[in-house]
């Protein structure tokens, strides 16, 4: 022991201040201070963003950084020290963050155990009675700790070995006399083998949530790499169908140049051949005016009539009779079909690519819109109020105008508005509620199938109650999800999407159409038909 002291000293020397060991590959800065090689790299390595590289001891700082070389002088002084076991000594020494040994006294060294009765930590030679007298035998020896005193009333200096439930603290036997009796009190012990218990069921409740948590985690890489591989699939049959597409234009494009340079060829033949024939009859018609005008300057008149008379009349014209055909309608015709398909092809590219549905209540609030019911489509057992954005059935008959956009004999009315674009709204009910749209062709009465929400292809009806059902064209569909007083409903028309949410805190998707609306949808609502049932529009800021 005497002999382990004896060396501190030493150690100052030649232990490295960063791993607290005998130096290892020992290197010398320029400010004088010995590290081990691999630490102070290590050191450095996390000042490369900086560019300024420090000694970890006096702070001094060096640009560039230093390059160091093997301290071999010094390796081999380390070596003596470790032959001499001063290695060995150094380890029992007590470190900063080590929990040291009440006992020993001068430099003392690190304790291995506490004691919760004596409430002292002991380095493993003052640890031996412990192990060895049987006084000690009925001692708690715990892990060395720095925190005994915590256990230690402040106010009696006595052992707290009692808590207090009335006030939630741990006290000892003379408070449980004093401030705190007739408290509910118990021993530390028992009250630590109760919220043992409870921390089991927090660590099970905890274990389970990161199971589901990891679950749900695997299930959304699965479902990144669906959507990668989908994409990637989208990108490569599109290039492909695009290629295609391309080479089908360019071997047209040929084509039709093919057709038209056929066509220019057999129309400029034609067109030549005529115009010979014009010029040839030209010529013969020339000829023909220099005989007569010849004919004209003979001074016998007896020869000048009988010349006259002897000359035949010149034949009609070859392009009198040829019929007017315009040769370039063929080529007309062609740019017209060409400069058509041209067009529908812009309007098929220019056509806006599919809509990303929102996701957050705030991204659908940006479509929202303020939706009003139409009193001439109500039921007679409707009461409509909240300016014809709410109704609520009643058992009494209504005193409703007669109008042929009334619906009868069936719970529900229609928006006043027609809906196209993107728009979104929700709608609060009490149990019961069919929120929908339809065309306003939907009929008003007579069969059921004919008019009511949800039996006919000119509505779409999403039923909430204690469950969800979707229903179009009379075909039901089961729907799964949270339940919820309010519904939002989001239509893109142009897209063929219609959506509905459960709104909490988070929006659920309970059910999405896909399709092609071929008219402006109106929104609806349906009450089952018991006294009371309400369904509002919401406002929506």
Not at 72 to 89: F, N, P, S, W, Y
């Amino acid at each position: 022991m005497a002999q382990q002291r004896n060396t501190d000293a030493v150690e100052v020397k030649f232990c490295c201040s960063i791993c607290l060991d005998l130096l290892k590959d020992p290197v010398t800065l320029p400010c004088g201070h010995n590290y081990c090689m691999s630490c102070i790299q290590t050191h450095w390595d996390a000042d490369d963003q900086v560019k300024i590289y420090k000694c970890p001891l006096c702070q001094k700082s060096f640009i560039p950084r230093p390059v160091l070389e093997k301290n071999t002088m010094l390796e081999d002084l380390v070596e003596e020290v470790r032959k001499t076991g001063l290695q060995a000594a150094n380890a029992d020494q007590c470190s900063v963050g080590d929990v040291a040994c009440d006992v020993c006294t001068g430099r003392k060294l690190k304790a291995v155990k506490s004691c919760l009765v004596c409430l002292a930590s002991y380095c493993e030679e003052h640890l031996q009675p412990h192990y060895q007298s049987p006084t000690f035998k009925k001692h708690k020896l715990v892990e060395a700790s720095g925190k005994l005193q915590d256990s230690i009333c402040s106010r009696h200096d006595e052992v707290m070995k009692i808590f207090c439930r009335t006030d939630q603290q741990c006290i000892c036997i003379v408070c449980s006399m004093d401030e705190h009796k007739g408290h509910d009190t118990v021993s530390a012990a028992t009250e630590r083998s109760e919220k043992q218990k409870e921390l089991s069921e927090r660590r099970q409740k905890l274990q389970q949530r990161i199971l589901d948590l990891e679950k749900d985690v695997v299930e959304r890489q699965q479902e990144m790499e669906a959507i990668n591989r989908s994409a990637d699939k989208a990108v490569e049959d599109s290039v492909e169908i695009f290629t295609k597409l391309i080479h089908l234009i360019k071997k047209r494009s040929s084509d039709v140049k093919q057709q038209i340079r056929s066509q220019q060829e057999s129309e400029v033949s034609q067109v030549k051949e005529l115009q010979e024939k014009l010029e040839q009859e030209i010529r013969e018609l020339k000829r023909k005016d220099a005989e007569l005008e010849e004919l004209s300057h003979t001074e016998d008149h007896t020869q000048f009539l009988h010349s006259y008379s002897s000359e035949s009349q010149p034949a009609e014209s070859t392009d009198s009779q040829r019929p007017k055909i315009n040769r370039l309608l063929y080529f007309e015709d062609v740019m017209a079909a060409v400069t058509a398909a041209r067009d529908k092809m812009k309007d098929i590219f220019a056509e806006k690519r599919p809509s990303v549905e929102p996701r957050t209540r705030a991204e659908f609030l940006q479509y929202s819109c303020q939706i009003i019911l139409d009193p001439n489509t109500a039921d007679n057992f409707l009461v409509l109020s909240e300016g014809n954005r709410k109704i609520t059935f009643t058992d009494k008959k209504m005193a409703y105008s007669q109008h042929p956009d009334r619906f009868f004999l069936i719970s529900q009315v229609l928006a006043k508005d027609g809906l196209t674009g993107r728009c979104y709204w929700e709608v609060e009910m009490s149990r019961n509620v069919g929120v929908a749209v339809a065309y306003k062709s939907i009929r008003r009465s007579g069969d059921l199938n004919a008019c009511a929400f949800g039996f006919n292809e000119k509505s779409w009806v999403l039923n909430c109650g204690n469950s969800y059902t979707f229903r179009h064209d009379k075909q039901p569909k089961s729907v799964s999800g949270p339940p919820s007083s309010r519904v939002g409903v989001y239509l893109d028309h142009s897209a063929g999407i219609l959506s509905f949410y459960s709104v909490s805190d988070t929006m659920t998707l309970l059910h999405r159409v896909q399709t092609t609306f071929t008219q402006p949808l109106y929104a609806g609502l349906w009450l089952c038909g018991l006294n009371g049932d309400t369904a509002e529009l919401c406002k929506l800021d």
